[in-house]
Nanobody
Framework: QVQLVESGGGLVQPGGSLRLSCAAS????????IGWFRQAPGKEREGVSC????????YYKDSVKGRFTISRDNAKNTVYLQMNSLKPEDTAVYYC????????????????WGQGTQVTVSS
């Protein structure tokens, strides 16, 4: 019943854009901090961005600052990650996760995870 489902991934050329969506069912995102993570083969999972429950604290990994934008729409029970100026090094499986707390935390504290969506940046 409790699910997070990512969508919006795909193949894009360098410099292109994608918008990822994370839709929740079985619970309400209003009371969760939401994070986006990514993992490439042979590499550790890394935090990309997160947004606090109250919207006022937003984090971006240094390498995506100025290119990615996180947002949430509680009425739609959905969180988004707008990704612009994509680079080949952004290629990874992207996951959204929910943490029942005011603020974001390390990945091990997130209670719910989506199945991931593949983002491939290549010419």
């Amino acid at each position: 019943q409790v699910q997070l489902v990512e969508s919006g991934g795909g193949l894009v050329q360098p410099g292109g854009s994608l918008r990822l969506s994370c839709a929740a069912s079985g619970f309400t995102l209003d009371y969760y901090a939401i994070g986006w993570f990514r993992q490439a083969p042979g590499k550790e999972r890394e935090g990309v961005s997160c947004i606090s429950m109250t919207y006022d604290v937003i984090y971006y990994k240094d390498s995506v600052k100025g290119r990615f934008t996180i947002s949430r729409d509680n009425a739609k029970n959905t969180v988004y990650l707008q990704m612009n100026s994509l680079k080949p090094e952004d290629t990874a499986v992207y996951y959204c996760a929910a943490h029942q707390a005011l603020y974001c935390s390390t990945y091990d504290r997130y209670e719910y995870w989506g199945q991931g969506t593949q983002v491939t940046v290549s010419s």
